[in-house]
């Protein structure tokens, strides 16, 4: 699966921004989507998915994402979306998405859960 993350920007703290999720080979909603975010010096971590259909099409999250960050999926666009509201510089980071074919269970909050990885898309959040 080959997946592409676009959206990103350099924004003001307060801001909103809408990554996607696309991908032009696959059925996206056949897959779980995960979202992590890489800041500079830090290792990747885990931001938020949501299920495939198949699955209930559900989101997961980490508690620091709750609240701020909503992730959706068109269907009919192919395309996931994580929507990121009052941005602060703490969000600045490389944004990926990720996906896996896990039928059942726990999509997974690793990395290593994932492997299929789109390029990041970055963004950057000023004070």
């Known amino acids: 699966v080959q997946l592409q993350a676009s959206g990103g920007g350099s924004v003001q703290a307060g801001d909103s921004l809408r990554l996607s999720c696309i991908t032009s080979?696959?059925?996206?909603?056949?897959?779980?989507i995960g979202w992590f975010r890489q800041a500079p010096g830090k290792e990747r971590e885990f931001v938020g998915g949501?299920?495939?259909?198949?699955?209930?099409?559900?989101?997961y999250s980490t508690d620091s994402a709750k609240g701020r960050f909503t992730i959706s999926r068109d269907n009919a666009k192919n395309t996931v979306y994580l929507q990121m509201n009052s941005l602060n510089p703490e969000d600045t980071a490389v944004y990926y998405c990720?996906?896996?074919?896990?039928?059942?269970?726990?999509?997974?909050?690793?990395?290593?859960?994932?492997?299929?990885w789109g390029q990041g898309t970055l963004v950057t959040v000023s004070s």
């Open positions: 949501i299920r495939r259909s198949g699955s209930g099409g559900g989101t």
């Open positions: 990720a996906a896996n074919a896990r039928p059942s269970g726990t999509p997974g909050y690793s990395t290593y859960d994932y492997p299929y």
């Open positions: 080979r696959r059925t996206l909603q056949n897959y779980n």
